[in-house]
Structures are given as C-alpha cells and as structure tokens.
C-alpha cells in the first residue's frame, strides 16, 4: 500500500508540503492523516501538541525540523488529526480521512 498515493488524494495540501519535514517520517504522517495508523512516541508527541514530549523522543533531523512539524500540521494537515491528546485518540479511532469518508458512506 502506497501512502503517499493515499496522501495525495486524501489531502493534496499536506502531501505538496511534505517536504518541509524530514524524509524519514513522510511515510508516517502519511500512514496517520490518511488512515490513522498510531505513529511512533516523537510524532504522537507532535500530535498531540506536546513538546517537551516531542523534543526528549527527536532524533536529530526532527529535532531540527521542529519548527517545520508546527508549520506543517498548523498550515497543510486536517484539523481534526493533530492538537490534543482527545483529537489524536478520535483520529485514530475513526482511521483518519479514508475512515472518516468509508464510516459516511
């Protein structure tokens, strides 16, 4: 399964600006916006907007890359898949954008 192809589909916005994050983690955040699929302790972290959580889990090329996280999910992810422990735990549970459009069908 290609979930960067997913990405695309589901979110252009957020798959045109991936790029602003390390390589490493696309397919991560790709697997999280479009199917919820639980990232790893540094990008949960993220996610649920907790930063001393993010820094003390970043490998260096995140650890750099902090500022780009917040630009990207503020500017170019969904809302609802990022912010607060609440918003991490409803994305997942509905298996973020495909779930979300498969539960309205």
């Known amino acids: 399964?290609?979930?960067i192809d997913d990405l695309r589909k589901e979110c252009p916005d957020a798959a045109e600006?991936?790029?602003?994050?390390p390589n490493h983690m696309h397919d991560?955040?790709?697997?999280?916006?479009?199917r919820?699929?639980?990232p790893g302790s540094f990008l949960s972290a993220v996610i649920c907007n907790h930063?001393?959580?993010a820094?003390?889990?970043?490998?260096e090329d995140n650890l750099i890359a902090l500022h780009s996280w917040v630009?990207?999910?503020?500017?170019?992810?969904?809302?609802?898949?990022?912010g607060s422990p609440e918003k991490?735990?409803?994305?997942?549970?509905?298996?973020?954008?495909i779930g979300m459009k498969d539960a309205v069908k």
């Open 1 to 3: 399964m290609n979930y």
């Open 28 to 34: 991560a955040v790709a697997r999280w916006i479009t």
């Open 88 to 97: 991490f735990s409803k994305w997942k549970k509905q298996g973020g954008l």
């Open 71 to 82: 630009i990207f999910f503020c500017g170019y992810a969904p809302s609802g898949c990022w």
């Open 36 to 38: 919820g699929i639980e």
């Open 17 to 21: 600006h991936l790029n602003a994050i």
């Open 51 to 53: 930063l001393a959580g």
């Open 55 to 59: 820094v003390a889990n970043a490998d």
